[in-house]
């Protein structure tokens, strides 16, 4: 199951693939098209989630709506960052990913998560200030997501997962909607950047399928990965 490696983090690749493979020259470009990128291979992801009921849709919701203000914040700061001062802010995120991953480890929690005004006041601050972290840097922010549903509601990592999905496309929507009025847009590569996404995801779900016993290395490898970008972006911006 490649659910683990899309709550990692692994759409913040999109941005360094975009500037360092793609050739997208302004970081401000690659982020907006990236949030487009992010936004619309979320919602796919979603609905295969919401088929297999692993959505907890009005805590999902409340947590998104929240978000979604704090995204189109960080949108609008991450704009008004010096484009190498923003691409070093991003390698010390990815840091912040990679270990998150290695950090991580499956728990129990609660199958059977109900809102309540308790849970709400919870999920509404901490769904903002991923917000802002999501739009900042233009990334899905699974990684601060998935962790934040479950401290606020004890839900399953499965659940949570699922459920960061609602979050992860709102955020991107958001996103992309305040660099797409700025026209920091490339559509054209955003749209092969989704065709692209789609082959690989059906690829990589096959083997992740495959590998499912070795998730654990797979997850080391991954954030390994992380960290080498993470180097690449720092030294880059610092030139």
């Not at 913040?12 to 793609?22: F, G, M, R």
């Not at 059906?202 to 080498?228: D, H, N, P, Y």
């Amino acid at each position: 199951m490649c659910w683990v490696f899309w709550a990692g983090g692994g759409s913040i690749l999109a941005v360094p693939l975009l500037l360092y493979v793609v050739g997208v020259s302004d970081p401000h470009l690659a982020i907006g098209t990236s949030a487009v990128a992010v936004a619309a291979s979320a919602a796919i992801n979603l609905v295969l989630h919401a088929r297999d009921g692993n959505i907890r849709w009005p805590c999902a919701i409340t947590y998104a709506a929240s978000g979604s203000f704090g995204a189109a914040l960080g949108a609008a700061l991450g704009k008004a960052v010096d484009g190498k001062r923003l691409l070093l802010a991003f390698a010390v995120a990815m840091v912040g990913v990679g270990i998150s991953m290695l950090l991580r480890k499956p728990g129990a929690g609660d199958s059977n998560v109900h809102i309540s005004p308790r849970l709400a006041a919870r999920l509404v601050p901490i769904g903002f200030l991923t917000g802002i972290a999501s739009g900042f840097f233009g990334i899905g922010g699974g990684f601060l997501v998935v962790p934040g549903l479950i401290g606020a509601t004890n839900m399953v990592i499965l659940h949570a997962v699922g459920s960061s999905l609602v979050a992860i496309t709102a955020f991107g929507a958001a996103t992309a909607a305040s660099y797409a009025g700025s026209g920091l847009v490339l559509w054209d590569v955003a749209a092969k950047f989704i065709v692209g996404g789609l082959v690989g995801g059906l690829i990589g779900s096959r083997l992740c399928a495959t590998l499912a016993s070795r998730k654990a290395l797979l997850t080391r490898v991954f954030a390994i990965f992380i960290f080498a970008t993470a180097i690449y972006i720092g030294w880059r911006s610092l030139l």
